[in-house]
């Protein structure tokens, strides 16, 4: 008899169907599994608490569930036994980091245990469902891809629902990324991929299902990755005030990417994080730069923290430029977050003049990294189509010259940044500069404090 | 050895699948033999005389007491675990020993629930063709006796 759960046949004559029959199979399907799962899970845990003595832990305590290296050791069994037709999903709360410190850690775990009971409910017990880590889920699936895209749907489907979490309601969404298997893969590259597509799926704003392309994979990212830290909310935004130097009035402030880095400590600087990234990654972590910068800048307007005049900046690499999807990505955002295009200034290396231009027709400030130009290349400066120029080094009187030469022939405004003293600033206005950041005034912080700081417009004294 | 909880329920999904089997079996034969008896009344109801009322009402009856009968037999569609489809199945989807085990258990396990809905649906045909047939054997003996 053919249906698509557990096969069972008519002992006499199968070969009709009486009507109703169909669904009366769907009801004894359930009706046993509900009876095989609730037999077996215990039977599990008084396995697990009898090899508890001794062993290493395979399950998670929070969920109950198994944890990353037992879901790896099932994998590659499964990956031995019959790879093909094979799926593995990943599954990432989005915006977890903002539950925990929002609600609490209590919070946190309430909403991980809810959620693993509504992924075991809507998963087969074969499913081998894990939690891999602190707010992802592994699973797997065995069948062809429109199952797995099924599959995939019922699970995001879940969150459909808001979550009853400490005393109140809570609204969460997921991000699946989904790899199938092949011949040659193995359990920890199947999973890495997988959560390649699902930081695929967050950078196309979170909630939806994405399957791994190899054009996602990112490989060539140390570990740990800049990905997974922005997975685990270790990624973070700070804020440094640019001010115009004659009369010290705030413009506006400089997004920097802050990295909480396990090995080397806090790395605070937007630029060189990007240039240690490969292209998948930079696009996904600059994604998520600029949608969390214009989602704060967004606040700030709204509650009065900034004023109208106020220009957020925010670094972009050259591999974003050259993104065909950038432009619709950004123009969305803006939408989205409905800030103005005046409002932002994108600081870019000195890429083509063709890409700069079709940035500069949506309407955003650009400002060309000058310290990134060649020297001989400088003249050039002055015909790219951008509003100013930015520069890092602020003790070369000649370049300083040089570029203010340009800059005035080329009507740019001339921004520097790492100003520390108030000779430096005294300096550089002489030369024409408009605008600056530095130690002098303060450095790049959370946004809290920015508002605390800053908001207003008011310098601190 | 102690059994398991599994090895209880396989144990319990056996007996109660022969059990089944045996109800389904058991309806057929008493809704067939029922028929018999009842075809025999009209049978020597129509030697009697020339037809009149009371044969054709038994005669109809006679008829709708054999479609009972199919009727029966038409809604035992008592089912059993396909084990050899689960087995390939086993390929396909790439279960571990584990999974094959528990694929199993709920095949045998689905086959019992949906066998007890079947049950109960052979339960009510025969009633009905009961019925109709010790209607048919009531009209037949009026039909000798008038």
Do not use: C
Not at chain 1, 147 to 158: I, M, N
Not at chain 1, 282 to 288: E, S
Not at chain 1, 342 to 347: H, L, P
């Amino acid at each position: 008899m053919s249906d698509d759960g557990a096969p069972v046949r008519v002992v006499g004559w199968g070969w009709f169907r009486l009507p109703g029959e169909r669904g009366r199979l769907a009801r004894a399907e359930a009706a046993a599994r509900r009876a095989v799962e609730a037999v077996r899970q215990p039977a599990e845990a008084t396995a697990g608490e009898a090899g508890d003595a001794g062993a290493p832990a395979h399950t998670d305590a929070l969920t109950g569930l198994p944890n990353r290296p037992q879901f790896l050791s099932q994998l590659a069994r499964l990956l031995d036994e019959a790879p093909r037709r094979l799926w593995v999903f990943l599954l990432d709360l989005d915006g977890f980091k903002a539950v925990n410190e929002s609600r609490g850690q209590q919070a946190g775990s309430e909403l991980l245990i809810q959620v693993a009971d509504r992924l075991r409910a809507v998963l087969p017990a074969s499913s081998g469902l894990a939690r891999v880590a602190g707010d992802a889920f592994a699973f797997t699936y065995a069948g062809m891809e429109a199952g797995a895209q099924r599959l995939a749907e019922q699970v995001t489907a879940q969150f459909d629902r808001p979550f009853p979490v400490a005393g109140g309601e809570l609204t969460a969404g997921a991000s699946v990324g989904m790899v199938p298997a092949s011949e040659e893969s193995d359990a920890a590259s199947l999973l890495r991929d997988a959560e390649s597509a699902m930081h695929r799926s967050k950078a196309q704003g979170g909630g939806g299902v994405a399957v791994f392309e190899p054009s996602m994979r990112v490989d060539s990212v140390p570990e740990p990755s800049a990905l997974t830290a922005l997975a685990e909310g270790r990624l973070g935004v700070t804020y440094q005030p640019v001010l115009r130097l004659s009369d010290g009035r705030l413009l506006g402030a400089e997004a920097v990417v802050r990295w909480r880095h396990p090995v080397h400590g806090v790395m605070a600087e937007g630029a060189f994080l990007m240039s240690t990234l490969d292209a998948p990654a930079v696009r996904y972590v600059g994604a998520w730069l600029r949608r969390d910068v214009l989602r704060r800048l967004a606040q700030w307007r709204s509650d009065g923290t900034v004023d109208d005049d106020f220009a957020m900046s925010v670094t972009v690499a050259s591999v974003e430029l050259d993104d065909p999807d950038f432009l619709a990505g950004l123009a969305g955002d803006l939408e989205r977050f409905d800030v103005p295009a005046r409002a932002v200034i994108f600081e870019v290396p000195a890429p083509e003049a063709e890409a700069l231009a079709r940035l500069s027709a949506l309407g955003v400030r650009v400002l060309v990294d000058a310290w990134d130009a060649e020297r001989s290349a400088i003249a050039s400066l002055r015909r790219l189509p951008v509003a100013g120029l930015t520069l890092h080094r602020v003790d070369d009187e000649d370049y300083l010259r040089e570029l203010a030469t340009v800059a005035r022939e080329g009507a740019k405004q001339l921004r520097a940044t790492g100003i520390a003293t108030h000779a430096q600033r005294d300096r550089l206005a002489a030369f024409g500069f408009q605008e600056g950041q530095g130690p002098l005034w303060d450095r790049a912080l959370s946004p809290e404090r920015f508002a605390a700081r800053w908001g207003g417009g008011v310098r601190p004294g | 050895m102690a059994q398991t909880p599994e090895e209880w329920l396989e144990v319990q999904a056996d007996r109660a699948l022969a059990r089944q089997r045996a109800q389904a079996d058991t309806a057929k034969l008493l809704a067939t033999f029922a028929a018999g008896v009842a075809g025999a009344l009209v049978a020597t109801a129509l030697q009697v005389g020339a037809p009149e009322g009371l044969d054709w009402a038994s005669a109809w009856l006679l008829l709708m007491t054999f479609v009972g009968v199919l009727a029966v037999i038409a809604v035992d569609r008592v089912a059993e675990a396909d084990h050899d489809k689960v087995l390939s199945l086993r390929v396909v989807r790439g279960w571990s020993q584990e999974d094959l085990l528990a694929e199993l258990r709920v095949a045998e396990l689905k086959a019992v629930y949906s066998n007890d809905e079947v049950v109960r649906a052979v339960r009510g045909a025969l009633a009905l063709q009961l019925l109709l047939a010790l209607a048919t054997g009531v009209v037949a003996a009026a039909s000798l006796l008038t």
